[in-house]
Antibody
C-alpha cells in the first residue's frame, strides 16, 4: 500500500525554523516527483513546493521562496521541507503528495508567539 | 500565474440528483501534446484531498464512474451523477500545466 506519513509539525514562534519530514512507503520513492501543499485553517489548498525524482528540478511558491527549502533523500525514502523565518501566515496543515496522488494525512504547523 | 475560478453549487443537492461543478482557468490548459493539464480532487470532512480526475477527464484508480470530467482548454466541469452521502465535501480543481501549481478556491457539496 502506498503511504505517506508527515512528521515534524508543531508550535513555533515567528521568525524561528521548523523541518517537516514525509516518510514514503509502498512504492519506489526515487521514481516520483513530490510536492508539499498546505491548507490554512478553514481555507483552501495552496501549493508550496515541488521536487523532481532526482532533485534536478525544484520549484517554490513565491510566498515561501527564499524561506523554505524542499529536499529529499531517496536512500531514506524521505521528503523534507525546511522552513525558516516562519510567519503567522505559514500556519497551516502541510501535506506531502506523490505527484497528484496520494496525499499524506498532513503535519500541523502553528506559528504564534 | 494561472488563476483557477470555481463555481458554487445550489446546496443542498437532493440525494440521487446530479451535480455539476464548474472551473475556469485564466490560460488554456491544453498542451500541444493534446493533453489537458487539469486535476479534480475531493476533500471529505476531516480527510486529506484525494484525486478524482486527471488529464481533465481520466478517472483515478478506484474512483466511482459516477464522477466524470469534461471541458475545453479553459472551461471545465466535474459531473457527479446521482449524488450520495459519501460525496459530501469540498471539490477542488487544479492546473498542473506550469508552475506555480494553482488550485481553485473549492466548491462545497452538501446533500439533502
Amino acid at each position: 500500500e502506498v503511504q505517506l506519513v508527515e512528521s515534524g509539525g508543531g508550535l513555533v514562534q515567528p521568525g524561528r525554523s521548523l523541518k517537516l519530514s514525509c516518510l514514503a512507503s509502498g512504492f519506489t520513492f526515487s521514481n516520483y516527483g513530490m510536492n508539499w501543499i498546505r491548507q490554512a485553517p478553514g481555507k483552501g489548498l495552496e501549493w508550496v513546493a515541488s521536487i523532481s525524482s532526482s532533485s534536478s528540478y525544484i520549484y517554490y511558491a513565491d510566498t515561501v521562496k527564499g524561506r523554505f527549502t524542499i529536499s529529499r533523500d531517496n536512500a531514506k525514502n524521505t521528503l523534507y521541507l525546511q522552513m525558516t523565518s516562519l510567519r503567522s501566515e505559514d500556519t497551516a496543515l502541510y501535506y506531502c503528495a506523490r505527484g497528484a496522488t496520494p496525499w499524506g494525512q498532513g503535519a500541523s504547523v502553528t506559528v504564534s508567539s | 500565474d494561472i488563476v483557477m475560478t470555481q463555481g458554487a453549487l445550489p446546496n443542498p443537492v437532493p440525494s440521487g440528483e446530479s451535480a455539476s461543478i464548474t472551473c475556469q482557468s485564466s490560460k488554456s490548459l491544453l498542451h500541444s501534446n493534446g493533453k489537458t493539464y487539469l486535476n479534480w480532487y475531493l476533500q471529505r470532512p476531516g480527510q486529506s484531498p484525494q484525486l478524482l480526475i486527471y488529464w481533465m477527464s481520466t478517472r483515478a484508480s478506484g474512483v466511482s464512474d459516477r464522477f466524470s470530467g469534461s471541458g475545453s482548454g479553459t472551461d471545465f466541469t466535474l459531473k457527479i451523477s446521482s449524488v450520495e452521502a459519501e460525496d459530501v465535501g469540498v471539490y477542488y480543481c487544479q492546473q498542473f500545466l506550469e508552475y506555480p501549481l494553482t488550485f481553485g478556491s473549492g466548491t462545497k457539496l452538501e446533500i439533502k
